[in-house]
C-alpha cells in the first residue's frame, strides 16, 4: 500500500483509548498498582488500492519514550491478532509498531479474519510502564476518487503549475494525496479537507524528466482509506 497515504492516516486520525486500573488490595494506596497510561497512538484501520483491487488491515501502534518490551492486541471474538515480545531487555523494546495483514482482492475474506468491534491493545516497556488502549474497526470504505488531472500516464506535465484535480466523493472526512519519486525517494504528503478537488503542486518540487507517482486517498471518518495510483512525468 502507498506510504505516504498510510503516513496521513496515521496523523490525521484521533484514537480512542481506555485507562484500566490494574486491581490491588483495598488496603493503603500505596500498596494499590499503578493505573495503566494511554498509548499516544493504537489503532486499526482498512486500506484499500482501488488500482490494484485488494485490501489490507493496518494496526499502528506507538508508545513513549521507552521503548515496548511486549505489546498484545485482541479482536472483538477474543482471538489474539499480534503477540509481540522482545527477546532480551538489552534490546530497550521497540517503540513504534506497524502491522500489516496481507493483500487478498477478496474482501469477505478479509472481513472474516478481522471483525468489525473494538480491538484491544496492551503493552508493558523495557521499565515496566503498562499501556493500553482501544480501537474501533470497521469495514465502512468510501469510493475511489477518479482522477480529472494529470490525464493518461503516458503524457507528460509542466514541471511548474501542475494542478491536481479529481472528482468528489461523497462520505469522506478528508483526502490525502501523496506524490513520490522512487528513485530519489523524494515525496510530498498533503492532508485536505472532504470539500476539496484539487491541489496545487508547490513550484520547485518537481524537477524535470522524472516518473512519478502519485496517490489519492479518500478517508472515512473511521480512518479506513481507498486510494488510486497513477503516475505522470515532467517535461525535460
Same mark, same amino acid.
Given at each position: ?44 484501520h482498512?486500506e ?8 489490507? /488491515? ?15 492486541v ?19 523494546g521497540?517503540?513504534s ?5 496481507p493483500? +487478498? ?12 468491534? /473494538? ?19 470497521? #469495514? ?9 488531472? +494529470?490525464? +493518461? ?17 461523497e ?9 513520490? #519519486? ?7 504528503t498533503?492532508?485536505l ?44
Amino acid at each position: 500500500m502507498s506510504a505516504f497515504a498510510r503516513a496521513a492516516v496515521a496523523s490525521a486520525l484521533a484514537v480512542s483509548v481506555v485507562v484500566v486500573i490494574v486491581g490491588g488490595s483495598p488496603g493503603r494506596a500505596d500498596a494499590q498498582a499503578p493505573a495503566a497510561t494511554a498509548f499516544p497512538t493504537a489503532m486499526v484501520h482498512v486500506e484499500r488500492n482501488a488500482t490494484d483491487n485488494d485490501y489490507e /488491515v493496518v494496526f499502528e501502534v506507538k508508545g513513549a519514550d521507552d521503548g515496548l518490551a511486549e505489546l498484545t492486541v485482541v479482536s472483538p471474538d477474543r482471538r489474539t491478532v499480534v503477540a509481540f515480545k522482545a527477546p532480551d531487555a538489552s534490546t530497550l523494546g521497540i517503540r513504534s509498531f506497524r502491522f500489516e495483514s496481507p493483500e +487478498p482482492s477478496d474482501l469477505k475474506a478479509l472481513r472474516a479474519a478481522y471483525p468489525e468491534g /473494538v480491538y484491544e491493545f496492551s503493552g508493558r516497556t523495557s521499565k515496566g510502564t503498562q499501556f493500553t488502549g482501544t480501537s474501533t474497526l470497521t #469495514h465502512r470504505l468510501a469510493a475511489s476518487a477518479t482522477l480529472v488531472r +494529470p490525464g +493518461p500516464a503516458t503524457a507528460t506535465v509542466a514541471v511548474k503549475g501542475l494542478k491536481l484535480a479529481w472528482k468528489p466523493v461523497e462520505g469522506v472526512a478528508f483526502y490525502s494525496v501523496g506524490i513520490k #519519486h522512487e528513485e530519489s525517494n523524494v515525496n510530498l504528503t498533503a492532508l485536505l479537507p472532504a470539500s476539496s478537488t484539487s491541489f496545487a503542486v508547490p513550484d520547485g518540487f518537481l524537477a524535470p524528466g522524472k516518473k512519478y507517482t502519485l496517490a489519492v486517498g479518500a478517508v472515512t471518518r473511521e480512518g479506513n482509506i481507498t486510494f488510486v495510483e497513477t503516475t505522470f512525468t515532467t517535461e525535460k
